[in-house]
């Protein structure tokens, strides 16, 4: 019997982000589910736990969302997914409880080397 995927969270508005989430997801045999707003989030983060919450913080209540993730489990990684390379914005996520920023614009390798950065089998996690 193998081990359940993982699960991940993409939580932005932004058809391309959730293509490329997606894309990458089925190759690393990754479970990936979209909510388009903080409100969205928060239900589906209500029913189950992620392993994984990839999200904009341009989104209304964005890191509050992270915020109220990271309390409720610590566990959970979470990927910024950011068009601002801003200092302040920048401190705020990772304050919020980030820990990585993918900048936008994006590939799919840059989506992999953020979900192996986070979530990636300890052998396989890249070192910043």
Known sequence: MGTA???VLVVDN???VRAAF???GKQLDLEVAF???????????SERMFDLLAISPSLAYGLAVIRFIEAIDERVAIIV???TKEP?????????GAEY????????????????RTIGPPRLRLVN
């Open 5 to 7: 995927p993982k699960t």
């Open 14 to 16: 932004d058809l391309d």
């Open 22 to 24: 997606l894309r990458v």
């Open 35 to 45: 909510a388009s707003s903080a409100s969205q989030a928060l239900k589906y983060v």
């Open 81 to 83: 997914v950011s068009a």
């Open 88 to 96: 302040r914005a920048i401190a705020a996520a990772f304050d919020a």
């Open 101 to 116: 920023i993918l900048y936008v614009p994006f590939d799919a390798a840059d989506v992999r080397t953020a979900i192996a």
